[in-house]
């Protein structure tokens, strides 16, 4: 890294194997876990039939780690690609 001019620096660590496409309730209950354990970033999985599902388990799960904590979101090669271009485009 120092050969092109960068320098080793820390990453924080998160967890990226909790908060699957499971009921709202318990993304909840688990991403208050996680940060309870002490992850200042957890990741959600995405992929549900209906795009206004995923953002509902996204705003809940947002809702439940608070502002401090980093929110990332993962699909994990779940879409087709027209899928991923209408959902990215926000097409209903």
């Known amino acids: 890294m120092r050969l092109?001019?960068?320098a080793p620096r820390p990453v924080a660590a998160y967890n990226?194997?909790?908060?699957?496409?499971?009921?709202i309730?318990?993304?909840?209950?688990?991403?208050?876990q996680l940060v309870a354990e002490g992850f200042s970033a957890v990741k959600l999985?995405?992929?549900r039939p209906e795009a206004a599902a995923d953002?509902?388990?996204l705003?809940?799960?947002?809702?439940?780690?608070?502002?401090?904590?980093?929110l990332m979101v993962d699909f994990n090669?779940?879409?087709?690609?027209?899928?991923?271009?209408?959902?990215?485009r926000n097409d209903r």
Request: glycine share 16%; aromatic share 0%.
């Open 45 to 47: 999985r995405l992929g």
């Open 4 to 6: 092109l001019g960068g």
């Open 59 to 70: 705003r809940a799960v947002k809702k439940a780690v608070g502002p401090k904590v980093t």
């Open 77 to 88: 090669q779940g879409l087709s690609t027209a899928e991923a271009i209408r959902r990215g």
């Open 16 to 23: 990226s194997n909790g908060l699957g496409i499971s009921k």
């Open 25 to 32: 309730r318990d993304l909840i209950k688990e991403s208050e």
């Open 55 to 57: 953002i509902e388990a």
